[in-house]
């Protein structure tokens, strides 16, 4: 029985509408109920007819396809045990949220080359915080965000407070790579293709995943060098060293800067001394460190500070770098300004201040880049003209801590 | 009985796992490499000693730990971020949800790993070797959450790294983060 609105009529017309339009709904529920027939089942037997109606036009979203602006900005909710991927884009100096993909605890989410579809690496227990651990991959559509490949994993993934590049896509997208810490170090090779875990390549005492073409990754060591590693199909690999590039005392950041197609990295020191190289199949070419503060900016503190604190528009040679005036050791510390300087010299191009305490930035790879900025405090992403540092956009109620933000590389 | 399986379990499972990773002569040589560092551990506090510096441990003491002033350790209040034994915690202090300073919460289970860290006390004038305990096996605690940095390094230095969830060895393989507890290790002068 359905009750319309009491709204009374007078006159005979007035009934005539109210009958007509009692019949017309009851022609169109009893119109309806095959339809509906199979859905219904799973709709509680208390809500009747009245609680599935059936409504034309409802559909499912779909996000449009990615582009140079498309980011993804990751909450881990600090280290809680699911986290929240939301998908962005920074078109037309506005911001807009697309969609959310959950994740398991401290996920490493990373974007394919093509930009089509991105891919998290996860994990759950099955009785909330303890139980049996379940290491998973998975990879989303970067339109309707469904699932395309759930590939089982062993239980080896390094859990840490989100460091981007302890995971990676190979540079053609058909492996993962996915760095163990314990019991002993070693990466984790992901067959995307073939959707199997392939095995766990032993590597010394390394960290951090930047892959290079042809089947090609380098580590950062312990010693300062890096440990470039070629892997076969069957994950049979062949390992050398370089040269260490950076004294003991010289503390490199978590999150460095690295593009997975041009190879570039850029890792500045919890100081602001720049190290760069360029990762090739052929090995490390390392160039000239950047300082990126004068002495006079380095008596006045100067000093890079955040969690993820660097990146670079690579066609533009630009470095960013996040900043401020900080004392020894807050080095995670937030930080108000970014610091834009010329990759090759590191002349001081300029300083944007987003007057905000901003934990995280990016920026977008297009010919009028977008520096994308993230603030824990306020649970906030702000995007600025990277050109001009003007304000653009912002957006509040991004999770509990949004902490890393994930961009296209190309 | 049960307590008698469980360790049976976790011996063997120990045992499997080193057959699976270690080959008989590296396994020879990891056991004299971890003899070696564990005869080197007590240095430890004498490295970062240096590295600090005497004079650097006790001027921190007149910062605090924002980005302009820095680390300033208070003796006082062991929930307060500012707590001195707490320089270097990445978490949420076990004291304000059920634990204290050196005993996990009910319910959950305490890593053996540790990072370290060269905290001063500012009631006595030392510095003390911290060794941070993650309590795990459960939902991370919400209660008094502290982010400090002093002395703190990168990743590839896991030893003195705080983002790492320090739950190996935690009963069950728990690598759940729940709080931390700041025991004291000894002098580190």
């Not at chain 1, 290079?212 to 010693?223: L, S």
């Not at chain 1, 850029?266 to 720049?274: A, C, H, Q, R």
């Not at chain 2, 441990?57 to 820095?70: H, I, L, Y």
Request: a positive charge; proline letters at 5%; one cysteine or more.
């Amino acid at each position: 029985m359905i009750t319309l609105n009491n709204q009374t009529t007078n006159g005979q017309r007035g009934l005539k509408t109210r009958l007509a339009g009692k019949l017309a709904i009851a022609a169109l529920l009893v119109a309806t109920q095959p339809a509906f027939a199979e859905a219904q089942k799973a709709v509680p037997k208390q809500l009747a007819t009245v609680g599935s109606l059936k409504i034309d036009n409802l559909t499912i979203s779909k996000a449009p396809p990615s582009d140079a602006k498309r980011f993804y900005l990751v909450d881990p909710g600090h280290f809680n045990m699911t986290s929240q991927t939301f998908v962005m884009d920074a078109n037309n100096s506005k911001l807009q949220i697309h969609g959310i993909i959950d994740g398991g605890k401290l996920p490493h989410v990373m974007t394919s080359s093509t930009g089509k579809f991105v891919g998290i690496a996860n994990t759950t227990y099955d009785r909330i915080a303890h139980g049996k651990r379940d290491d998973y991959v998975r990879l989303h559509d970067a339109q309707t965000l469904e699932p395309v490949a759930d590939i089982d994993i062993p239980e080896i993934r390094f859990l840490t407070g989100l460091i981007e590049r302890l995971s990676a896509f190979s540079t053609d997208d058909k492996f993962m790579l996915v760095q163990q810490f314990s019991p002993s170090s070693g990466v984790g090779l992901v067959d995307l293709e073939q959707k199997k875990y392939v095995k766990t390549m032993e590597v010394p005492d390394c960290y951090h995943i930047f892959p290079a073409a042809k089947q090609n990754f380098f580590m950062h060591c312990r010693d300062g060098s890096l440990l470039q590693v070629a892997y076969d199909d069957q994950g049979n690999t062949k390992q050398k060293n370089t040269k260490v590039f950076h004294a003991e005392n010289e503390y490199l950041h978590n999150n460095p800067y690295y593009s997975n197609s041009a190879g570039r990295l850029v890792w500045p020191t919890y100081e602001g001394k720049i190290f760069q190289a360029k990762l090739s199949d052929s090995g490390a070419e390392f160039l000239k460190p950047i300082e990126i503060f004068s002495d006079k900016e380095k008596k006045e503190k100067w000093a890079p500070g955040g969690w993820q604190p660097v990146a670079m528009h690579k066609e533009r040679n630009e470095i960013y770098l996040l900043a401020d005036k900080r004392a020894k050791w807050t080095h995670k510390t937030a930080s108000r300004y970014v610091v834009v300087a010329d990759a090759t010299t590191g002349k001081r191009l300029r300083r944007i201040d987003m007057k905000h305490n901003i934990d995280s930035i990016a920026v977008t790879q297009d010919k009028n880049p977008t520096l994308i900025a993230a603030s824990l405090e306020h649970k906030s992403v702000y995007t600025f003209d990277a050109l001009n540092g003007k304000p653009l956009a912002s957006m509040d109620e991004m999770g509990k801590a949004p902490q890393m933000i994930v961009t296209m590389d190309k | 009985m049960k307590d008698n399986k469980r360790f049976d379990s976790t011996i063997e499972k120990l045992a499997r796992t080193t057959a699976n990773y270690t080959g008989r002569r590296s396994f020879i040589g990891k056991v004299g490499m971890f003899l070696a560092g564990s005869a080197l551990l007590p240095l430890l506090p004498v490295d970062r000693r240096a590295r600090l510096g005497l004079g650097e441990a006790q001027a921190a003491s007149v910062n605090s730990m924002t980005r302009e002033r820095g680390w300033v350790p208070q003796d006082k209040d062991p929930q307060a971020c500012d707590y001195w034994r707490h320089c270097s915690i990445d978490g949420q202090i076990c004291d304000c949800s059920g634990g204290s300073l050196t005993s996990c919460p009910p319910g959950s289970s305490l890593s053996p790993s540790s990072w370290v860290a060269s905290c001063f006390n500012p009631g006595d004038g030392q510095t003390y070797l911290i060794a941070y305990r993650d309590c795990c096996g459960k939902q991370t605690a919400t209660r008094c959450g502290c982010f400090n940095t002093h002395g703190e390094l990168p990743v590839y230095r896991p030893e003195f790294n705080n983002d790492i969830v320090w739950c190996f060895g935690a009963e069950n393989d728990d690598m759940t983060y729940h709080c931390t507890i700041s025991p004291v290790v000894g002098k580190a002068s």
